[in-house]
Structure formats: structure tokens, C-alpha cells
Nanobody, 125 residues
Framework: EVQLVESGGGLGQAGGSLRLSCAAS????????IGWFRQAPGKEREGVSC????????YYPDSVKGRFTISSDNAKNTVYLQMNSLKPEDAAVYYC??????????????????WGQGTQVTVSS
């Protein structure tokens, strides 16, 4: 059974940091890209980062570039999202997702096959 379990969400302060984790099981981790998405109330789901577990390709949109860093520990089948310099607009439910394929990762939700349940991130100003 495929499982993606997010953790590490909670309350952060503006200007502060949080680290999210996505623990994966039930599939061959190296064959998949992992993406992080977020969705705030009333807004569309937005891709905020992704990483290819086959070659380490990463992607960040301008909204988080320079503040968020994605990394993968293939030995632990876990992907991390380090979020620094938090802004109130970063508040959302954050989801990780897995999409099959090598040497790619993308920011479109429909490119991904499996999803976690999400973890809430709240940012106080």
C-alpha cells in the first residue's frame, strides 16, 4: 500500500522557520519525483517545490525561491521541505505527492499519482 505521511507542520512566526517531512512507503522511492504543494482557503493548490529522486532535479516557483529548500534522504525514503523566512502568505495545508518517472519534477498537481493527507502550516505575524 502506497503511503505518504507529512509531518512537521504547526505554528511558525513570520521570519521564522519550519521543516516539513514526507515519509514514503509502498513504492520504489528512487523511481518517483516528490512534490510539495500547498492550498490555502479559497485558493488553488499551488506547487511550492519538487525533487527528482533519480537525479536530484529540483524546482521552486518564484514565490518561495531562496526561502524554501527541498531535500531527499533516499535511505530513509523521506523528503524534507525546509521553510525559512516564513511569511503570513505561506500559511496553508501542505501536501506531498509522488509522481512516477526519472529526471523530472513538476509543479502541476495532475502530474502526481499519490498524495499524502496534508499538514497545516500557520504563520503568525
Amino acid at each position: 500500500e502506497v503511503q505518504l505521511v507529512e509531518s512537521g507542520g504547526g505554528l511558525g512566526q513570520a521570519g521564522g522557520s519550519l521543516r516539513l517531512s514526507c515519509a514514503a512507503s509502498g513504492f520504489t522511492f528512487d523511481d518517483y519525483a516528490i512534490g510539495w504543494f500547498r492550498q490555502a482557503p479559497g485558493k488553488e493548490r499551488e506547487g511550492v517545490s519538487c525533487i527528482s529522486n533519480s537525479d536530484g532535479t529540483t524546482y521552486y516557483p518564484d514565490s518561495v525561491k531562496g526561502r524554501f529548500t527541498i531535500s531527499s534522504d533516499n535511505a530513509k525514503n523521506t523528503v524534507y521541505l525546509q521553510m525559512n523566512s516564513l511569511k503570513p502568505e505561506d500559511a496553508a495545508v501542505y501536501y506531498c505527492a509522488a509522481g512516477y518517472g526519472s529526471s523530472w519534477c513538476g509543479d502541476e498537481w495532475d502530474e502526481y499519482d499519490y498524495w499524502g493527507q496534508g499538514t497545516q502550516v500557520t504563520v503568525s505575524s
